[in-house]
Each structure stands twice: as structure tokens, then as C-alpha cells.
């Protein structure tokens, strides 16, 4: 099975993955069964990616550019088990664990230790598009699902998810999911392919519109080269320059500061989305007032771009940079306020969402043919921050025989050839909903910068709960 440019340019050298805890201690020869019966019903989650070809010279140009079948598949290569003699609390000491309750305050938290004890080297060359690590705790059960990302998106990976635990909890995946095929290929509206085509192309944006083109142009580039480049300087400054190394935390912000946020940007009469506030504020603790180079971006979707609506496992979304902001067309402040930043960010999707725009970025992105898309800044000491929302996935809606998760964790990697080799991803955020409001977010940044977000939300917000009262019906929409 072929892969499209869409699954090729950004997500080629990923992976995604989903944890799942919850609080009882699953019986692993069911965990086991239930993925025998979850690939006999979806043989595509068997496959895997060609890894090797006869002309050695193309090894790096090929690799991983197919899907392949197994012919004789290993439960082994797609399960992995250990048991480990502690509680849940020894691992995750800091984070709330009772399923009911969302956290009321922010606070960073540090998954190493289950990130170590779900941590996989073997069979990194195997490149099977999927693969489940389980840990069986005292009290509790971990579940790690990770995806290959040139097959599909967090979607796909939300529906892998909840397929594996409706057969685990004894139900089937209902007719009409098990009758649709998993993956077709992608067909965009015509304006998008043609946008010079269309009547509806506008250009009141074209000068904001080229901007972005450039620095996306300016920032990115498809080259192997780069790719060897950056993993170097990546250790270098990590070994060189200990303030340059990044770490992964978790951060949770409670929806008062997003409540807050939004009455100030009401009475400014700016109209943003919460999600839009809450990557101003990743922003704003990034980068300092009036850096010319701030280097930020974000994931797009684009499903209401398609012809038709999109089947599981597909990647429709694209990379969009936003342009440094201008602090001297700030409205309010020589310094630009969060309000400022999320106007801005709110502005650089209207402009990208034009036909004209958005055609000239997806031909960027797609034409690279089977070279992947690297950073620029990738691995050097200033931050090059990039953020995709799962926002839209209900995962605190998952089921493992019958409770609901105590915690969930999002994340986005790179695949394991290259992790193996000490390449870490660095500089991405995945966000996603908490389980009765707040948005979580979890990622490897400087600890100067999970510093300064944890100090904004360690002051309480003031007036939240006039704010929150008085909040009108704004669209909550984080497809970007």
C-alpha cells in the first residue's frame, strides 16, 4: 500500500501515542487475545513499513515510504508485556488519579518513570505501524498505543484505541466501523488544487497571506542532509549547554485561567477560540517580548477541505508558521499581551484558511516527493515550538472493561530508528482537554520555559468566577 505526500512530508520520521492508565489490574492473556483479534479484524494494523531495499545507496530515500504485509505476523512484534512490582502512586506521585475528579490547580508534572518503564528498543527496526506496551502494576494497568504517523493522525489513533478496548471489554466495534474501509486517499476541494480557478479566492490578506508562506519557506526544508545535521547539533548542545537541554513535563491549566483569558479578550471585543488563548500562552512563556524570531508553529486540520469525509487512518492536516508579531502595531501595550498574541495567532488561520494561501502551503508541503521535511532550527539552543491539539478526541470517554481512565497522555515521538540512535523529539506540544474542563499539555521544552508557564499559573486568576459566570456562547472549536 502506498503512502501519500501528505503522509510523507512532516510525519514520515514519527510516531504517535496515546497512554491509557487505569485503576485495576487487567489479566494480560485477555490484553493479549483482544490484539490477535484486533489485527484478524483489521489486517492493516499488521502491516509494516519497508525498511530495507536492494539498492543500498536508496536505503535512506526509500525506507519507510510503504506499507508492507507480514506474512507469518508475531504477536510479539506488536505486543510488548512487563510487570513491575509497585503502585501506580510510586509512579505518578503528583498526578490526580481518581477517575471523577479533574485538577483544580496547574501543575507540572514529571513522567520519566513511566515513560522509562515504557520505553521499547526491541524490534526497533522492524517498523510495524503498530505496537501496544503494556505495564501491570499492583494496582493498576498501563497501556501505551503507538502509531506510526505516515498512517494516520491522533484521530486514527483515537480510533485504533477505542477498536482495541471495545474487543477487550467483550463488545464487538459496531457493523457500520468494521464495514468502512480504514484508509482511502485524501481528495481536496478543487479550489484548493486550482485556487486561480475558483471565484471565492480573496485578496485582502495577500500581503499577510505571502508572509506566512515565507516563513514556512524560511523555516523548513526537505533534506536528508539537514536531517543528520540537526541530530548533531541536537547532542551537541545538549552535552555542550546544560540551560539548552530539554525536558519532557506535563502541565495542566485549569480552566479559570482559560476563563479569565477570555473575559479580557470580550471586553477587547477579540474574538478567539480558548484554544487560540491557550497557545498564546505557550507563546508568550517561549519566547521574550519583541524577539524577531520567534519560531512557532501549528498543526491545521483540514477535513473541511476534503471532497469526501475522511476515513480513520489518513493524515489531513498541514504545518502553519506563524509570522513573528509586529510589536509595534500592538494595540494595547509596547509589549503585547497574551490578548495580543491569540489576536494574532486567531488572524494567521483566518489568512491561511484562503484557498489562494492555503493552496500554496500544501503544494509546498506535498511536492517534496519522499524526501522528509525538516525544522530548520531543529536542535539548536533556541526554541522552534510547534503545537498540534487533540482537543477534539473525547479520550477521557475511554473504557478499559468497564472504568474510565484514572490519567491519559498524549505524545508525538520520532520513530524508533532514530531514537535508538539518542535523536530525541524536542520543541512539540500535544494538547488535550481535561476530563471536566482545562486543557493538559505535554512536551519537552527548556525548563526556563516550563518555569515561566507554571509560574503565570501558580497566581490565582482574578475574578474567574465573574468571568466564568459571564462568559458568552464562544466557540470552543480547536480544529484549527
Known sequence: MDLTPFDLAFARLLELRLTVIVRSRSEPDACRAAVRELVAEYPLLGMRFNILTVAHTQICAEQRTKLLRTEELCIE?????????????????????????SPSTARLHETEELQGLLQQHKGAFRQHVLSIHAV???DACVLRFTVQHPLCDAT??????????SILGGTAPPPEQRKSPLREPLTLKPDLINPASTTTTTTTNEPEQDQIIKQ????????????GAVCLRQQFWARCRPSSRRVRRTLFIPQDHIDHWMSQAQRQTVKVTEHDLLMAFIYQAAFPPNSPNANFSFIMNLEQYLVEPRTPLTNPWCLVAVVPLNYSAAASAPTPSLIDIAAHIRQTIRA????????????????????????????SRSPHVVVTAWTSL????????????????????????????????????????????????QGRLSEAIWMRMGNVLERPA????????SR????????L
Request: positive net charge.
Open 352 to 379: 491561511v484558511r484562503e484557498p489562494a494561501c492555503l493552496a500554496q502551503l500544501l503544494a509546498r508541503q506535498t511536492r517534496m516527493g519522499t524526501t522528509p521535511v525538516i525544522p530548520r532550527a531543529y536542535g
Open 462 to 469: 482574578p475574578g474567574f468566577a465573574a468571568a466564568a459566570a
Open 216 to 227: 514556512y519557506t524560511q523555516h523548513n526544508r526537505a533534506s536528508w542532509a539537514l536531517l
Open 136 to 138: 501491570f502494576l499492583q
Open 472 to 479: 458568552t456562547s464562544v466557540a470552543r472549536d480547536v480544529k
Open 156 to 165: 486514527g489513533v483515537y480510533h485504533i484505541v477505542k477498536a482495541y478496548l
Open 394 to 441: 473525547p479520550v477521557y470517554e475511554l473504557e478499559v472493561q468497564g472504568r474510565k481512565p484514572a490519567a491519559v497522555q498524549g505524545g508525538i515521538g520520532l520513530c524508533q530508528m532514530l531514537t535508538a540512535c539518542g535523536v530525541v523529539m524536542d520543541d512539540v506540544l500535544v494538547t488535550w482537554k481535561g476530563r471536566t474542563g482545562g486543557y493538559w499539555t
Open 77 to 101: 512484534d506488536i505486543w510488548h508485556e512487563k510487570e513491575v512490582n509497585k503502585c501506580l502512586r510510586e509512579i505518578l506521585p503528583t498526578v490526580n488519579l481518581r477517575p471523577e475528579e
